[in-house]
């Protein structure tokens, strides 16, 4: 058996604009220790899934703040930086423009991260929940290594597993 797990981003139209592969899943005999997903396969789906998700997310945003809201005139791009994002299933390393603000308002700053500024925890609500929940039953050691992501599939495994080509 093989079984690909793609995510699928569609327009507003509901058209397939583009598709991402996450992840091949392949097993032989069904046994009890073969069916399923392990742990490890659950977290790098679901890491690989967040990504793709807040990336697309992230691009819809940003491409509604191109433009100053008041006069439509295209805003100037300063450069780029990296937002560090982290979730509930993974640590996120986003791209962040800084544009210039249009000169027809008045502004405190010359430039914004649009980002940035609608990130400024760099955390997701649910994540900071989890984490303070946890910390409240257990130590931070234990409560950061249960909420860790695991980035590697146990290569003891003897399930086939490989990810998708395009992360
Ligand atoms: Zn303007």
Request: some cysteine; overall charge positive; proline content about 5%.
């Amino acid at each position: 058996m093989k079984v690909r797990v793609q995510v699928v981003i569609e327009s507003a139209a509901g058209e397939p604009t583009d598709v991402h592969e996450i992840a091949c899943i392949q097993r032989d005999e069904l046994q009890p220790d073969t069916v399923g997903l392990t742990l490890d396969e659950a977290k790098t789906v679901l890491e690989r899934i967040q990504q793709r998700i807040v990336e697309q997310h992230v691009t819809e945003y940003l491409q509604t703040q191109s433009c100053c809201p008041h006069c439509g005139t295209k805003r100037y791009h300063k450069g780029t930086h990296t937002v560090r994002l982290r979730t509930l299933f993974g640590k996120l390393r986003l791209k962040s423009p800084r544009f210039y603000h249009c000169q027809c308002q008045p502004h405190p700053t010359r430039t914004f991260s649009p980002l940035a500024e609608r990130l400024p925890e760099r955390s997701t609500p649910e994540l900071r929940y989890l984490e303070t929940k946890w910390a409240s039953l257990m130590s931070y050691g234990m409560t950061a290594k249960e909420l860790s992501i695991n980035k590697w599939i146990n290569r003891n495994s003897s399930r086939e597993w490989s990810l998708g080509s395009s992360i």
